[in-house]
C-alpha cells in the first residue's frame, strides 16, 4: 500500500503491525467502531477498512498535527476510501476522549504514539524527526500510559451509555520495552482509573499478546481490557 508520508507523519506500515481534517471534535455516532489514535498518514485506518472488518461509518482517525491530519485526509482519498467510512479530526486524544465520553466507548483502539525514552531524544532519532512525535518520557511510556488512563476514564464515566464490554488497544512500543514492564505501565494506568474500590473482584482484567517486527524483536502490542 502505497502513501505519501511527512514530517509530521511518521509511519511503521500497516502491513508490519497486523502481521506482528476537520476542527469539529464531536461525532456523530453512537457507537466508534475504531479509534485510529495519532494517525499520521492515515495508514492504518486505510488498512484496518481494507481489511472488511470495519467497512461503515464510526472509524475515525485523531492526530495532534494539523498537518499529519490533511496529509491523511489526502492519502484516504487517493486510496479511493469514502470520506464518510474514515472521519480525520484534528485532535489530542485526551480532548476527544472527553469531549465524546457519552458514546460508546471504541471496541478497537490502535495508537502510534511517542514512546522513544527520552535518555536516546539526543541521539540519531532527534535529529531526523519532530521530537514530539518520538519523545515517551522517562521509559518511553507515559503518553502510552495517558491514553490507557483517558480510556479509562471514559469507560467508568458515571451516566454515560458507555459499554462495559471488553476493548482491544494495540500499540507499538520501543524495542527496550520488555514484555514485563509494557504489563506493569498498562496494568498501573487501567486500575488508576477502573478501580472502583480496593477490591480485587473488581480490578480490571489485562490479558496481553506480543508481536515481533520483522528484526524478530518485540515491538507491537495487544491489550484485551474487560
Known sequence: ????????ALSFGAEDFWTATTDNRLVDENDINFLDVGTGSGAISVALV?????????NIAINLSADACSL????ISTLSINKNIIR???????????????????????????YVPS?????????????CALDG??????????LLKALGEVRRWEGSSVS???FVVFLEVDATHTPELVKERV??????TLRFDDSSNNMPQVSYAFRKDMCGKDRFVICEID
Request: hydrophobic residues 30%.
Open 88 to 114: 480525520v479530526i484534528h485532535s489530542d486524544f485526551r480532548t476527544f476522549l472527553r469531549e465524546n465520553k457519552k458514546k460508546n466507548l471504541p471496541r478497537v483502539v490502535v495508537a502510534n504514539l511517542p
Open 1 to 8: 500500500m502505497d502513501t505519501l508520508l511527512g514530517s509530521d
Open 72 to 75: 491523511a485526509v489526502e492519502n
Open 187 to 192: 496494568n498501573a494506568a487501567m486500575n488508576q
Open 119 to 131: 535518555s536516546r531524544m539526543s541521539i540519531d532519532e532527534s535529529n531526523y524527526e519532530d521530537k
Open 137 to 146: 518520557g522517562g521509559d518511553g511510556m507515559d503518553v502510552i500510559a495517558d
Open 50 to 58: 481494507r481489511s472488511g472488518e470495519f467497512p461503515c461509518k464510526g
Open 164 to 166: 462495559r464490554g471488553p
